[in-house]
């Protein structure tokens, strides 16, 4: 059974940063694309970042590009989203997701078949 395990949220100030961590456990951690969600009150879930099995390709949204990294350890079977430079309207509950490794519709939560239970960032300004 696929288990994903998110940390690392909490409260931070206007401009300060955060690293999330995603512990996945119950496949081949290497053979699938990993990335992160987030859903605010109110607001559907928006992508924002995600990365193929070998860490060689990319993508983000257009509001975080430039502040946060997402990577990954296969060695460790854990992948992270480092968020800097952080605003209020990054606050939100975190997801981080596992999928097969193509990039076919990549930036939509179809193209993820397991999730972690989420972690709260909030930003206050």
């Known amino acids: 059974q696929v288990q994903l395990v998110e940390s690392g949220g909490g409260l931070v100030q206007v401009g300060g940063s955060l690293r999330l961590s995603c512990a996945a456990s119950g496949r081949t951690f290497s053979s699938y694309k990993m990335a992160w969600f987030r859903q605010a009150p109110g607001k559907e879930r928006e992508f924002v970042a995600t990365i193929t099995g070998n860490g060689g390709n990319t993508a983000y949204a257009d509001s975080v590009k430039g502040r946060f990294t997402i990577s990954r350890d296969n060695a460790r079977g854990t992948a992270y989203l480092q968020m800097n430079s952080l605003k209020p309207e990054d606050t939100a509950v975190y997801y981080c997701?596992?999928?097969?490794?193509?990039?076919?519709?990549?930036?939509?939560?179809?193209?993820?078949?397991?999730w972690g239970q989420g972690t709260q960032v909030t930003v206050s300004s």
């Open positions: 997701a596992t999928g097969p490794n193509v990039v076919y519709y990549r930036t939509t939560p179809r193209a993820y078949d397991y």
